[in-house]
């Protein structure tokens, strides 16, 4: 299933009763086997296979009726049994892989298991081609399979989706509310839904529709105005139209095709479980909509006049991006370039502060596109910035290429003179420190999800996107929520940005206290690793709903420091006191005994103990064991996942 779950997972390998040795999908719920996406061919009526041997001297072949050899490893490949260790996997992306290891430090001393071969090739092309399959090919549902370095599957999901966590194949789910029929027409959705770009991609199978001949623009604007349509696939002068769930998704520099996916305008996040919050969350907009929509039905007429004069009368003092809509679509992969007026405008002259942090000053502000007007959070980043010139560019470009659930949506940046700003989507739930510090306690399922969807965004920023991003300062102020009480990571990239700065150095501390690594204060190289420790300080403040340094305790109270109690409540088994008469989480403690052992061994003070990322989000999620953590002042122990 994962490189870290051995359950049983999706691919088989089978010596067929007529001799054939395959590979194939295969339907976990009911084991029904789909076609082949490798055959050895050794099925022929008159010598047929008859056995798989896989020897000691690590030779694997297909033995035949006639006692002739069909070999799986090319001979020049075999290594010596005397001197390597040998082993053959079907790996959790359906590739069977031969591994080689050395026996003795003398051979190819410091090596781990090496590859010999694999086979298919090319999995994204190979697994799932047969038209009429129910698999979803290489990677889950609505996913795109492109080829690595190694030559193995990625599964990615592409802009605006992200992966579905119900799903045990791994497939990806759109982060919005997808057109349906029937609401299309009665409420003008089609004015909320833009095409956005995905080069060089196909999901080749299952279009319901073709037109031919056909413009690109003629393409994108038959699915816009199909309410059945989410992907619309353009080569050449044709167009393939496409329905939800999309399968065995490519992408490869010589398909020379372009996919065109239909998202929302505001890529809103679907709604989840809204978890129960205090009154201060709650919202009138239902009852906003409610009476807005009344008025709309019974004032149209009089609505759209006044709304004509209003137009005119605005047309000079609104926010415009008419003339500028080319350049700023708030599509996927691109960071807008707007002035100074421009946000000036966009924010009322900068009047609503939201928010101020390490890095600069939060004013909310409204922007308006082809008529939708959009809140916004406009930072102005303090003078530590102004000096950062043309690299200051290509790193706003890089941090808008970023695209995830559990991050805040980078729009765009100003670079004028000595003023630098940056846009970001505006998060109307605040932050996760009022959520978790205010009078009353989110639920036990709440906080799981917070913690869980905070992990999936580290591990983005560190292991997922283009270029690794350390973020330097993770802290609940810093961690914004959405509409949906999903978890979204704000301020990623501004470390960087900060150390293009020539007066900085790379190792003056950033951060905040109580959350910053031990090596900060050593002068030593940071690495990802300071975000696991932060990390880790704020899942123990999640779990608890209080935080690190609570002043209400004297400084002899061993409850002061949040970091320090929690490991002594884990060593003498006393998890019930971290959670204060939860019930929700004591009647959960397998699951809380895991997040408070995730935690502790995150913020270790040996980085190199540490956790990563991936490991963190795979045992946060209960893919993977966790063993007890050491003392923190332990060097002894390692985590292997």
């Known amino acids: 299933m994962s490189e870290a779950n051995f359950t049983k997972g999706r691919f088989a390998l089978r010596l067929l009763s007529d001799g054939n040795l395959v590979l194939n999908t295969r339907d976990i719920a009911t084991g029904f086997a789909y076609a082949a996406y490798y055959a050895s061919g050794t099925n022929d009526a008159a010598n047929p296979g008859e056995e798989l041997v896989y020897s000691e001297s690590g030779d694997m072949y297909i033995l035949r009726n006639n006692g002739s050899r069909f070999d799986l490893i090319q001979p020049d490949k075999l290594r010596s049994s005397k001197d390597y260790y040998q082993r053959a996997t079907l790996n959790f992306d359906g590739v069977l892989t031969w591994y080689y290891y050395p026996r003795t430090s003398k051979v190819d001393s410091g090596a781990g298991w090496s590859e010999i071969q694999h086979f298919p090739d090319n999995a994204c092309i190979s697994i799932g081609t047969n038209v009429g399959d129910s698999d979803s090919g290489a990677c889950g549902y609505n996913s795109i399979c492109s080829i690595g370095d190694d030559q193995k599957p990625v599964c990615q999901c592409p802009p605006y989706y992200s992966v579905d966590p119900n799903d045990i194949i791994g497939s990806c789910e759109p982060d919005f509310k997808p057109d349906a029929c029937g609401q299309f027409e009665e409420d003008g959705a089609k004015s909320e839904y833009m095409m956005t770009p995905l080069l060089n991609t196909d ?9 031919d001949p056909s413009s690109e623009e003629e393409c994108k604007n038959s ?43 505001n890529s809103f996040t679907p709604p989840g479980k809204v978890p129960p919050v205090s009154v201060k ?79 600069g000053v939060v004013y909310k502000g409204t922007i308006t ?30 941090i808008g290429l970023t695209h ?46 917070i913690a869980q969807g905070i992990a999936r965004g580290l591990l983005y920023l560190h292991e997922e996107c283009t270029t690794q991003i350390i973020h330097c300062d993770i802290k609940p102020q810093n961690i914004l929520v959405d509409d949906y009480y999903n978890a979204r990571i704000s301020d990623f990239g501004l470390a960087k940005l900060l150390h293009l700065n020539q007066s900085q150095t790379n190792t003056a501390i950033r951060g905040t206290k109580g959350y910053v690594a031990p090596e900060w204060f050593k002068n030593k190289p940071v690495s990802v690793k300071v975000d696991v420790y932060s990390f880790g300080v704020m899942l123990l ?85 966790v063993p007890s953590p050491p003392s923190s002042t332990s060097f002894s122990v390692t985590v292997q996942v």
Request: hydrophobic share 40%; with cysteine; charged share 25%.
């Open 203 to 211: 999901w080749p199978f299952a279009d319901y529709a073709r037109l």
């Open 223 to 265: 699915c816009l105005n199909d309410c059945s349509c989410s992907v619309v696939i353009f080569g050449g002068s044709s167009c393939w139209k496409k329905k939800l769930p999309l399968s065995n998704g490519r992408q490869d520099d010589t398909l020379g095709k372009t996919a065109w996916l239909k998202v929302t305008n």
């Open 281 to 359: 969350y709650k919202s009138n907009a239902a009852i906003t909509g409610l009476l807005g929509g009344s008025v709309c039905v019974n004032f149209i007429l009089l609505t759209a006049i006044i709304a004509l004069g209003f137009f005119f009368m605005r047309s000079r003092k609104q926010f415009k991006v008419c003339e500028h809509q080319k350049r700023f679509n708030f599509e996927y992969g691109t960071a807008h370039s707007f002035t100074y007026s421009m946000l000036e405008s966009a924010t009322n002259g900068f009047r609503e502060e939201i928010g101020s942090g390490s890095f």
């Open 369 to 398: 596109v082809g008529g939708n007007v959009t809140p916004v959070a406009v930072k102005k980043l303090d003078r530590t910035f102004m000096t950062v010139d043309k690299e200051f560019t290509a790193e706003v470009n890089a």
């Open 404 to 449: 995830h659930k559990n991050l805040v949506r980078f729009i765009g940046y100003c670079k004028e003179a000595d003023k630098r700003l940056l846009v970001y989507e505006y998060m109307s739930n605040g932050t996760v420190a009022d959520y978790l510090f205010g009078e009353l306690r989110p639920s036990w399922q709440s906080r799981i999800n």
């Open 541 to 625: 403040e999640i779990v608890c709903c209080r935080k690190n340094v609570c002043m209400e305790f004297s400084t002899s109270d061993e409850r002061a420091i949040l970091t320090d109690w929690a490991f002594d409540c884990f060593q003498s088994g006393m998890l019930d006191a971290l959670v204060n008469g939860d019930m929700e989480a004591l009647n959960d403690v397998a699951q809380l005994e895991r997040f408070v052992k995730v935690a502790l061994w995150c913020i270790q003070e040996d980085p190199n103990l540490r956790l990563t990322m991936k490991q963190v989000t795979q045992m946060l999620e209960g893919l993977a064991e």
